[in-house]
């Protein structure tokens, strides 16, 4: 305690708990952007509600309350809170800080789901009228033409389009929490091919933004 470290015991608060499981059991099993979108999950719906709490204090009438809040909202979120909490406790128990595990047998309130629709005629037109005077323009047709995500269209580099086979590589894309990586799974490295009316855009763009003729200079370096 003179020193400053936190002692791992059955008095210890939720939070000092929480800091240490992430460090130990998650860490070194899960990747970068993962693990950051789990600490941003516990500091915004976990710990206010419970960090404060000696671990063997907490009862499930506490995680039902703290799950209870997030009624309405997104299914994904209310699913990721709860199994997080059940993760959290899980190995509270296996190292026998507590007796039971209080997220066991708690009752998920009604999410909502979110869906996902193509775009309509009219929207295409008015995102292709919009996207001639932008100065995202090419980044905004690159998701309508090719279908690439945000964070693959800025990785993208001129070596990654072939002119003349019509086609660009998608191999990377920008991270989360920062740089530039590869795809969150193999499927989303793939070839893809580029529209004609989209491929003289992409010549033009070329030439006008100042091409050095380096293939590894990003399509997309101006900020938006």
């Given at each position: 305690l003179e020193e400053g470290k936190k002692t791992i015991s059955k008095n210890v608060l939720t939070k000092d708990w929480i800091s240490e499981w992430l460090e130990t059991y998650k860490m070194p099993t899960v990747s970068a952007e993962t693990y950051q979108s789990?600490?941003?999950?516990?500091?915004?719906?976990?710990?206010?509600?419970?960090?404060?709490?000696?671990?063997?204090?907490?009862?499930?009438?506490?995680?039902?309350?703290?799950?209870?809040?997030?009624?309405?909202?997104?299914?994904?979120?209310?699913?990721?809170?709860?199994?997080?909490?059940?993760?959290?406790?899980?190995?509270?128990?296996?190292?026998?800080?507590?007796?039971?595990?209080?997220?066991?047998?708690?009752?998920?309130?009604?999410?909502?789901?979110?869906?996902?629709?193509a775009i309509t005629d009219m929207e295409r037109e008015y995102t292709l009228k919009l996207a001639e005077t932008h100065p995202a323009g090419i980044l905004i047709k690159l998701s309508l033409y090719c279908g690439l995500r945000p964070g693959e269209s800025c990785a993208l580099q001129w070596r990654h389009i072939d002119f003349k086979s019509c086609t660009l590589t998608v191999e990377s894309t920008i991270k989360r929490c920062g740089g530039v990586g590869k795809p969150k799974s193999e499927a989303g490295e793939r070839k893809v091919p580029i529209p004609d009316v989209f491929i003289k855009d992409l010549k033009e763009y070329k030439i006008s933004y100042g091409y050095t003729s380096d293939p590894f200079d990003y399509v997309l370096r101006n900020t938006y």
């Open positions: 789990y600490t941003n999950v516990i500091k915004n719906h976990i710990l206010p509600d419970i960090g404060n709490l000696q671990l063997k204090d907490v009862k499930p009438l506490h995680v039902q309350k703290m799950i209870n809040k997030l009624s309405g909202g997104s299914k994904k979120m209310i699913d990721r809170v709860s199994e997080l909490t059940w993760g959290i406790f899980d190995a509270a128990k296996a190292n026998e800080l507590v007796l039971d595990n209080p997220a066991d047998r708690i009752n998920k309130p009604k999410g909502t789901k979110t869906g996902r629709r």
